[in-house]
């Protein structure tokens, strides 16, 4: 009987595991920022003669980065979604095996810029606007108007 009493009083004053901390789920314009580092990453490590870990950074960001995309950009584009996988595919085999340095490359631009552009076209979480994907000092191409104070006057053409 006592037993049964101290066993139900330890099971009563057993404190409850802290609740686990919860992981912000990254957003779209950030999973792929974090993509194009990695594969930078990994195309660097390449360039560098590290072919290894080229490899294993390239598995890494579409394991880590890409993947979890995939449901969503399948939503918006199913083909072209597939042909980035198809991308992520050839790269890993060029970084194996290939000294084409320009291939390399193109892939790389291929899928971080098809990411960007499928990534864009997703709604982005409440409280956080999507990224422009001009960068700084890039030109913008539509037309700004001055301001009237700024706005130089025409000037008379002299007839000879």
């Not at 660097?44 to 993947?67: K, M």
């Not at 084409?100 to 960007?116: F, M, N, P, W, Y």
């Not at 990224?131 to 130089?152: C, D, F, N």
């Amino acid at each position: 009987m006592r037993r049964a009493l101290l066993l139900s009083l330890v099971l009563a004053c057993e404190t409850p595991p802290p609740p686990a901390p919860e992981v912000a789920e990254a957003s779209p314009m950030e999973r792929v920022q974090g993509l194009r580092n990695a594969l930078q990453g990994a195309q660097r490590a390449w360039t560098e003669g590290r072919r290894q870990e080229a490899r294993s950074r390239s598995r890494s960001a579409y394991f880590e980065e890409f993947q979890p995309l995939v449901p969503a950009l399948r939503g918006v584009d199913a083909m072209a979604t597939l042909q980035l996988e198809y991308a992520f595919g050839d790269l890993e085999r060029r970084l194996g095996r290939s000294n084409d340095a320009v291939g390399v490359s193109e892939l790389v631009q291929r899928i971080t810029r098809g990411t960007d552009a499928l990534a864009s076209t997703l709604p982005q979480p409440v409280g956080q606007e999507a990224t422009p994907s001009v960068q700084a000092g890039a030109p913008v191409t539509e037309e700004a108007t001055l301001p009237t104070h700024l706005v130089a006057e025409p000037r008379p053409v002299k007839a000879d």
